[in-house]
Protein backbone atom coordinates (compact mmCIF):
# COMPACT_ATOMS: atom_id res chain seq x y z
CA UNK A 1 0.00 0.00 0.00
CA UNK A 2 1.35 3.19 -1.06
CA UNK A 3 0.88 6.18 1.53
CA UNK A 4 1.02 8.82 -0.47
CA UNK A 5 0.69 9.64 -3.58
CA UNK A 6 0.39 13.02 -5.62
CA UNK A 7 -3.39 13.90 -7.10
CA UNK A 8 -3.69 13.65 -10.90
CA UNK A 9 -3.39 17.73 -11.31
CA UNK A 10 0.06 17.52 -9.32
CA UNK A 11 1.17 14.34 -11.75
CA UNK A 12 -0.06 16.99 -14.13
CA UNK A 13 1.87 19.97 -13.56
CA UNK A 14 4.94 17.80 -12.99
CA UNK A 15 4.82 16.71 -16.37
CA UNK A 16 4.27 20.08 -17.87
CA UNK A 17 7.28 21.53 -15.78
CA UNK A 18 9.75 18.60 -17.15
CA UNK A 19 8.68 19.07 -20.78
CA UNK A 20 8.98 23.16 -20.61
CA UNK A 21 12.33 22.09 -18.46
CA UNK A 22 14.02 20.25 -21.00
CA UNK A 23 12.11 21.85 -24.14
CA UNK A 24 12.37 26.22 -23.40
CA UNK A 25 14.84 26.28 -20.26
CA UNK A 26 17.54 23.99 -21.17
CA UNK A 27 18.43 25.81 -24.85
CA UNK A 28 18.81 28.63 -22.43
CA UNK A 29 20.94 27.07 -20.26
CA UNK A 30 23.09 25.49 -22.80
CA UNK A 31 23.71 28.82 -24.20
CA UNK A 32 24.84 30.59 -21.11
CA UNK A 33 28.33 30.85 -19.94
CA UNK A 34 30.38 29.49 -16.59
CA UNK A 35 30.86 31.73 -14.10
CA UNK A 36 28.23 33.94 -15.52
CA UNK A 37 24.36 34.58 -14.60
CA UNK A 38 22.06 33.77 -17.30
CA UNK A 39 19.99 36.44 -17.46
CA UNK A 40 17.89 34.81 -20.35
CA UNK A 41 17.26 31.88 -18.16
CA UNK A 42 16.31 34.09 -15.03
CA UNK A 43 14.21 36.03 -16.95
CA UNK A 44 12.23 33.08 -19.04
CA UNK A 45 12.14 31.77 -14.95
CA UNK A 46 10.37 35.01 -14.42
CA UNK A 47 8.35 35.20 -17.23
CA UNK A 48 6.75 31.65 -16.90
CA UNK A 49 5.93 32.50 -13.15
CA UNK A 50 8.00 29.80 -11.63
CA UNK A 51 10.20 32.99 -9.88
CA UNK A 52 6.73 33.94 -7.63
CA UNK A 53 5.93 30.57 -6.83
CA UNK A 54 8.90 30.48 -4.76
CA UNK A 55 7.59 32.93 -2.46
CA UNK A 56 4.03 31.76 -1.91
CA UNK A 57 3.65 27.83 -2.80
CA UNK A 58 3.39 25.55 0.20
CA UNK A 59 6.19 23.10 0.94
CA UNK A 60 4.93 20.32 -1.33
CA UNK A 61 4.53 22.62 -4.66
CA UNK A 62 7.66 24.25 -4.19
CA UNK A 63 9.52 20.12 -3.58
CA UNK A 64 7.39 19.15 -6.73
CA UNK A 65 8.70 22.56 -8.70
CA UNK A 66 11.85 22.14 -7.88
CA UNK A 67 12.53 18.21 -8.94
CA UNK A 68 10.40 18.54 -11.97
CA UNK A 69 12.49 21.62 -13.00
CA UNK A 70 16.06 19.91 -12.19
CA UNK A 71 14.74 16.58 -14.29
CA UNK A 72 14.30 18.60 -17.42
CA UNK A 73 17.33 21.13 -16.46
CA UNK A 74 19.22 21.60 -13.70
CA UNK A 75 20.81 25.13 -13.98
CA UNK A 76 17.14 26.35 -14.26
CA UNK A 77 16.51 24.48 -11.26
CA UNK A 78 19.72 25.90 -9.56
CA UNK A 79 18.92 29.00 -11.00
CA UNK A 80 15.30 29.17 -9.62
CA UNK A 81 16.52 28.41 -6.14
CA UNK A 82 19.44 30.70 -5.92
CA UNK A 83 16.90 33.26 -6.72
CA UNK A 84 14.66 31.97 -3.46
CA UNK A 85 18.04 31.69 -1.72
CA UNK A 86 18.56 35.63 -1.73
CA UNK A 87 15.06 36.67 -2.41
CA UNK A 88 13.61 34.93 1.01
CA UNK A 89 15.15 36.89 3.41
CA UNK A 90 14.16 39.80 2.07
CA UNK A 91 10.53 38.97 1.81
CA UNK A 92 10.78 37.43 5.47
CA UNK A 93 12.97 40.13 7.42
CA UNK A 94 13.33 42.97 5.31
CA UNK A 95 11.16 46.19 5.27
CA UNK A 96 8.41 46.96 3.23
CA UNK A 97 10.68 49.48 1.26
CA UNK A 98 13.03 46.90 0.58
CA UNK A 99 10.46 44.22 -0.59
CA UNK A 100 9.25 46.81 -2.79
CA UNK A 101 12.25 47.88 -4.48
CA UNK A 102 13.75 44.00 -4.94
CA UNK A 103 11.30 41.17 -4.83
CA UNK A 104 9.46 42.58 -8.19
CA UNK A 105 12.87 42.16 -10.17
CA UNK A 106 13.35 39.07 -8.21
CA UNK A 107 10.05 37.79 -9.28
CA UNK A 108 10.15 38.60 -12.88
CA UNK A 109 13.72 37.68 -13.03
CA UNK A 110 15.00 40.76 -13.92
CA UNK A 111 17.01 40.94 -10.63
CA UNK A 112 19.52 38.36 -9.59
CA UNK A 113 18.90 37.82 -6.16
CA UNK A 114 21.69 37.73 -3.63
CA UNK A 115 22.91 36.04 -0.67
CA UNK A 116 26.13 36.70 1.53
CA UNK A 117 26.76 34.85 4.82
CA UNK A 118 28.94 35.81 7.95
CA UNK A 119 30.52 34.59 10.56
CA UNK A 120 32.01 36.44 14.14
Same mark, same amino acid.
Do not use: V
Given at each position: ????? +??? %????? $??? !? &?? +? %? &??? @?APLAARGQPGHVNRPLLAALGELGLLDRLFGSGALDLCLLRESL??? $??????? +?? !??? @???FPVLRAGTETQRERWLPGVRAGRTVAAFALSEP
Open positions: MTAFS +LDP %AQTAW $CEE !L &RA +L %A &RDR @LARG $CTEAETA +LA !LQG @LGG
